[in-house]
């Protein structure tokens, strides 16, 4: 008897191995292939990974459902998603989820009736003005729908149905959605100055080369980057190519939208988490399907299944919101350099502020560096000043916008120009205590102290969503009217602004006040449109706006985030502040900039206030590079971070100890910990921290693996490893 032809199939669940299934008759099998298979009591979507290892009883074989009408996922993103599988060690099943995120994409789309040109030669003679608009518009030959087509001619839909009966349109059968539209190469984009030119040339010849090559386009805050790698776009464009660019925060890139239109002529793929459903449908079946040539997207848009993936960009390269903490844990700036090399095609990372990976990275010559030095047409970089807040003293307690700012913000504001006062703190105040007592509000379920918010009336968390509503007496001694709120959120600062400029319009834009996507779009309308005088805001303001009339920047706490003894605290901070600085006077009005500080004589602050921006900022890095190569500690080394996390803090207590018992220690590898995270309670979970540091030849993976599988882990602990981790919380 003949054994049945078996597949290895891996399935989207954390599981680390593709099981064997029976190839049906009728199935092609073909490696990549998207296929329906049951697991347990449900049939679930897969694919087929590879040929069956055949060590599998024939009677325990189930065989595979269906196989589903789309192109097999390419060898070189199953490449990709094992490999990312072994340097993140999480479970293979899991990084594909990462892909096949969109189920219901797999299923065929329903079709629709679309109109296009007949096959009656057109007669102007006896059509309508809105007839002869339609078949205008039909000439490109795009089916449409009738409304659509009806839109775009500015007739009724009668018009059309009118010209399907005389033949002179036809109808046929589409998909939901419609094709997508390409985007056009050849439309002519913004007249580049020589420098931007030079740069846009670089990057077209790597795409032209069809190889890989990593360049680095670094380049002020208003230098005109976005317009320069809208070239090497085009090239990939002109080559068949599929282009991603990833973006910190998609959601918040309504302007980066408009710019790329204006561009191309027609909107790209979007993805995001702010999508419906059933726009992530079609934008993972376009990709899929190799219909949709541009995706703009945030970190997770690089799973998606391309199927002829050609340039990656990643413009803000060094943001934070590349890694993604939770699931599976990944850089996604990181992982698309190796996404890039594994499909020999070129990758762009864009930056003002680069990471010092990636700076150390180009002066090593492993990236391409392009410089863009000062800014696109009349506009300069703006004047950055200092305030010493120990002696430009706010005027009260109460108050903490310094005298020198709040000038500054007045003779802006006579000017009719807009000032921006930031502040990276949500709420009225990130402390509340009891002036009788001293209770502080903290959150039961994280080690957290409660926001507060006048805007809801409550003390939030802003790490699990707890809340409660603040009481008109202390619940420890129960004293009326005792209550204090300590420290500035945007709130409490939008109230000292309303004091002192009462005749000014004045904006809040933080992630509490624009909760949807229209929202923020209003608001940042109403910002370009003059229609604000004063915007208050928090890291949401920071990236990538253009505000022509901007012209003052104040940073009420510059401090903030310098200290808890983050590796990367320093460097961060000035990445943040230098974009908030580059808001201003991006037109022909320079900007000022003033940072309120309590520590004027620090490397940071006096980086940020140097001369030159990009001069005192190489300085910065060298130094920041010095130090981490003397501490031995990235990109110097290889950190990995072990989170011991659970419900029962005795439980999470005594794996921790054991784990830093057997820990792998020598000369070339050290294991500090473990020790309570500086969030020790999160969402209810008690959580400990190990932190392995080892030199860059060792197989760090293979350790760790070697290390943990030599420890019994309980069901209620979770042990999470972080590759390279960029927050230690």
Known sequence: MLKAKTKAVLTPFPIDKAYDYALPDGIDGEAGSYVCVPLGTREIPAVIWGEGAGDVKPHKIKAIVSEYDLPPLPAVHRKFLDWVSSYTMAAKGAVLKLTLSVPKALEPPATIKGYMLGDIEPDDKGLSPAAKRAMEVAADNLPRRASELAAEAECSTGVIKTLESKGLLKTVQLKTPPPCRVPDAERAGALLSAPQRECADALTAMVKADEYGAALLDGVTGAGKTEVYFEAVAQALRQQKQVLILLPEIALSNAFLERFKARFGCAPALWHSSLSPAKRKTTWRGVAEGQSKVVIGARSALFLPYQNLGLIIVDEEHDPAYKQEEGVIYNARDMAVVRAHLGKFPIVMVSATPALETMQNAWAGRYQHLTLPMRHGAATLPDIKLIDLKKDKPETRQNFIAPTLETAMRETLEKGEQSLLFLNRRGYAPLTLCRHCGHRFQCPRCTAWLIEHRRTTKLHCHHCDYYVRVPHACPECHEPDTLAACGPGVERIKDEVIEKFPEAKVLVLSSDTATTHDELRKMLDDIQGGQVDIIIGTQIIAKGHHFPQLTCVGVVDADLGLTGGDLRATERVYQLLHQVAGRAGR???????????????????????????????????EVELAEREAANMPPFSRLVGIIVSGRDENQV????????????????????????????????????????????AIDIQKTIKHWLKSVKIPSGVKVQIDIDPQSFY
Do not use: C, N
């Not at 009005?589 to 206030?609: D, I, N």
């Open 587 to 621: 037109e022909k009005t320079q900007g000022l900039v003033y940072l309120q500080t309590f520590t004027p004589e620090a490397r940071v602050m006096q980086a940020l206030a140097s001369a030159s921006m990009s001069e005192g900022r190489d300085e910065f890095l």
């Open 653 to 696: 207590k005594e794996v921790a100890q054991i784990l830093g018992q057997v820990a792998p220690q020598g000369d070339k590898i050290q294991t500090l910990g473990p020790a309570e995270a500086p969030m020790y309670r999160l969402r209810g979970k008690f959580r400990r921290r190990l932190l392995v540091r080892a030199e860059k």
